[in-house]
């Protein structure tokens, strides 16, 4: 194992994690994506942490690292200036000195299935994990139609720029044989026909779902490997849900545990100094999970039948919501959050098996437990 390539660019790290979660997919108060440096540079050594501060910039320049991939976006409200006087700006100072890349998969990676809310399900080991909150308005669906021997190949085709994937199925579209119709009109080149003369053709409708943030791809897919001159071709809006795209996630415990039980099994499981959390008298199976602040998913957690809610930063206020209902907890931003480094590395090192990122040694929790 080497935890360097020198025929590897930044940029194909960077893709990669975009494949996973689309920047499409963050918040739109968010700054998710490449912050700091060039991704068109041989990779060095990638460095993943939570946050980005100047210590950890000084530990990828010990390290050999010219790529950090953190959580939170290290520029999140607009910088004026950057002259040093706070922790943020001597790390971007010290980043573009050293020529080190800077890039955050933030709400991104909290929104999709595979991501930030998997690991925490994951840690405390709930079965059947999904998304608590599923988006609407994300996918879009194609309708074309294309003489029968060009069906299969672009079928192909679009299923390669990113059409047809449904839960955990693929290469998903509805086909139906029925017959075409069109007059080439002068300075027409048709492919089959004749100028002036109205021509029938057996067609093959395919319709086929993408999400929606992969249309250039799929449009572009279509155009080039579909034969006619001028394609015919349909893109709906769809109303539906995604149900792998959306915050938060719901799971059941294997078996129903008391509250004080559930308590130790958090506390142990996210490896947290501090445990606040409501009144609740009953047991706990059903659990929704939300990294950082997701108390604004407390409908949603009750709606899907959760007996209790792990999240972090809940207001004083806040608490009173959960009104009995559940066992609202808060666990800690980084404690819930922290787990985001190992699935990183996990991606990574599956994605490229010859390439190992280093996990950053560095605690940036902000905040200490005094007991
Ligand atoms: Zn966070």
């Known amino acids: 194992m080497i935890n360097s390539l020198s025929d590897m660019q ?18 739109s108060y968010d700054n998710a994506g490449l912050l700091v ?10 460095l993943i942490t939570l946050d980005i501060t100047e210590a950890v910039v000084q530990e990828a320049i010990q390290k050999h690292c010219n790529l950090i991939v953190s959580h939170h976006p290290i520029i999140f409200h607009p910088l004026k200036r950057i002259t040093g006087a706070t922790d943020a700006e001597r790390a971007i100072m010290l980043a573009i000195q050293s020529n080190i890349v800077l ?14 809310n998997a690991m925490i399900a994951e840690r405390l080991g ?53 017959m075409g119709t069109f007059r ?13 003369e109205q021509h029938q053709e057996p067609e093959t409708r395919i319709e086929t779902i993408f999400p929606a943030h992969r249309e250039t791809a799929v449009v572009e897919a279509l155009l080039r490997h ?56 009953g047991m706990i199976q059903r659990v929704a999970v939300c990294g950082g602040a997701g108390v604004f998913l407390l409908p949603e957690a009750i709606k899907a039948g959760a007996q209790a809610f792990v999240t972090a930063d809940v207001k004083y206020h806040e608490f009173f919501r959960a009104e009995g209902r559940l066992l609202l ?4 931003h980084y404690e819930t959050e922290q787990f985001t480094i190992d699935l990183l590395e996990r991606l990574i090192r599956k994605k490229f098996p010859n390439f190992a990122p280093l996990k950053s040694e560095i605690c940036t929790n902000p905040i200490n437990y005094f007991s």
């Open 103 to 116: 890039y955050a998969a933030h709400t991104n990676l909290d929104q999709v299935a595979e991501g930030v």
């Open 329 to 332: 907890l808060d666990a800690g």
């Open 37 to 46: 440096g060039r991704a068109d540079q041989p990779l060095q050594g990638m």
């Open 226 to 281: 579909h034969p006619y001159e001028e394609v015919a071709y349909d893109i709906y809006p769809l109303d539906n849900l995604h149900p792998r795209v959306g915050p938060g996630m719901v799971g059941e415990l294997p078996e129903p545990l008391p509250v004080d039980v559930f308590l130790k099994h958090v506390q142990k499981a996210l490896q947290t100094g501090c445990i606040r959390y409501t009144r609740y008298t």
């Open 184 to 196: 080439a009109r002068e300075g027409a080149h048709p492919y089959v026909g004749a100028v002036g």
């Open 10 to 27: 930044i940029n194909e790290i960077i893709q990669f994690l975009e494949e996973i979660a689309p920047l499409a997919y963050q918040e």
């Open 126 to 178: 709930l079965l059947h994990p999904q998304v608590l909150a599923p988006l609407r308005g994300k996918l879009k669906k194609l309708v074309t139609f294309v003489p029968h021997a060009h069906a299969a190949a672009l079928r192909t085709a679009l299923f390669h720029a990113g059409a047809g994937t449904i839960g955990q199925y693929d290469e998903c579209s509805y086909n139906i044989e029925g």
